[in-house]
């Protein structure tokens, strides 16, 4: 959290959820990886060269769904009506 402090500020590591980049969620995945971090248009990549080329084109394509308002629950997809 110090590194994500000094890049981004007080302002901006304070809206992330949950609060760590690093550690394990309640679903077993990895907290802010490749997924919403809380904060609008920040996204946190790691990994090394194959990880990165694998789910950079994941990463790529979630704001676009969230900006069409396309949603994935349990493997489905949905487009919300709001």
């Known amino acids: 959290m110090k590194s994500?402090?000094?890049l981004f500020?007080?302002?901006i590591v304070d809206q992330?959820?949950?609060p760590e980049?690093?550690?394990i969620d309640a679903e077993g995945e990895l907290n802010q990886?490749?997924?919403r971090s809380g904060h609008p248009g920040?996204?946190?990549a790691v990994g090394g060269f194959g990880w990165a080329?694998?789910?950079g084109k994941h990463l790529v394509s979630l704001p676009l769904l969230i900006f069409l308002h396309v949603f994935v629950t349990n493997?489905?997809?949905r487009v919300s009506r709001s």
């Open 53 to 55: 080329r694998f789910f």
């Open 9 to 11: 500020g007080d302002e």
């Open 33 to 35: 990886i490749y997924q």
């Open 21 to 23: 980049v690093w550690g």
């Open 4 to 6: 994500a402090k000094a």
């Open 75 to 77: 493997g489905v997809y």
């Open 16 to 18: 992330l959820s949950p």
């Open 42 to 44: 920040l996204w946190f």
